[in-house]
């Protein structure tokens, strides 16, 4: 049962609701709790505990959620390829591989598009997207954040 994309009371701090939004995932996996741990670490996403018990997850940004499947094999051959934007691909990558990951492209700089592409420990193939300029607009985030 995958239930709403978003069970939250309707609010301006809640993810972009609409018709065609693409809001839920599910990643196979051959262990949720390493695959949990391995998006935690590789690309910032929130781990959380579903009404259920199940692992679920939320993108870095709270507008996509998922959980992790144990019934489906990897998508290890690139078909259906989801990109997840990120500030710094090469930074990026670097966590993909400490937390467990595998290099499937390298960061190519060549083209229009600053693209790379990655394996995760389960064996699904995913791409990362470097976002012209996410880089700066994150760090003036951080400077504004007050120190605690």
Not at 14 to 32: E, F, M, N, S
Request: overall charge negative; aromatic content about 6%; proline content about 7%.
């Amino acid at each position: 049962m995958l239930g709403p994309c978003y069970d939250e009371p309707m609010s301006d701090n809640g993810p972009t609701l609409g018709d065609g939004k693409i809001c839920y995932l599910q990643l196979p996996a051959r262990d949720v709790q390493e695959s949990a741990r391995f998006y935690s670490e590789a690309l910032g996403w929130t781990v959380r505990r579903r009404g259920d018990g199940s692992a679920a997850f939320d993108d870095g940004v709270n507008e996509v959620s998922g959980s992790w499947v144990l019934d489906r094999p990897p998508a290890a051959e690139p078909g259906l390829l989801i990109y997840v934007m990120v500030a710094d691909a090469d930074a990026t990558l670097a966590r993909v591989v400490a937390a467990g990951g595998e290099v499937v492209q390298p960061v190519d700089r060549s083209g229009e598009d600053v693209l790379a592409r990655f394996r995760d420990p389960a064996g699904n193939v995913l791409g990362l997207f470097e976002q012209p300029g996410l880089a700066v607009a994150s760090r003036g985030q951080q400077a504004e954040t007050p120190q605690r």
